[in-house]
């Protein structure tokens, strides 16, 4: 499956780091193949041998910049639960440069 930037949704798994791409342009709500593929990814981490959840997709969920709010909110109101249930750690997106940690569990790291 291919997503913007000719990426494929794909998870690396390096010393203890287990890294997902996700895309913020293509289908992701719970029927979507997308939200299917995270959902078994993230039930297949062993967090004894893989502590660390990184997630990454460009438009930020969370930034105090208001003009992006709108472009993925519909995303983060079907991916959001799931990502917290599965206890990812910190989230990278572009657009915006700025740090907001959101419910006191996830560091959403925004850079431009």
Known sequence: MVVEGNH??????????HFIMLGAYIA????GDQYKWLERDLANV?????PWLVATWHPPWYSSYKAHY???ECMRVAMEELLYSYGVDIV???HISRSMLMKGQIEFIITH
């Open 70 to 72: 709108r472009e993925v």
């Open 92 to 94: 990278f997106n572009g």
């Open 46 to 50: 062993d967090r004894s041998k893989t």
């Open 8 to 17: 494929e949704i794909e998870e690396q798994a390096r010393g203890g780091i």
């Open 28 to 31: 992701y709500n719970k029927s």
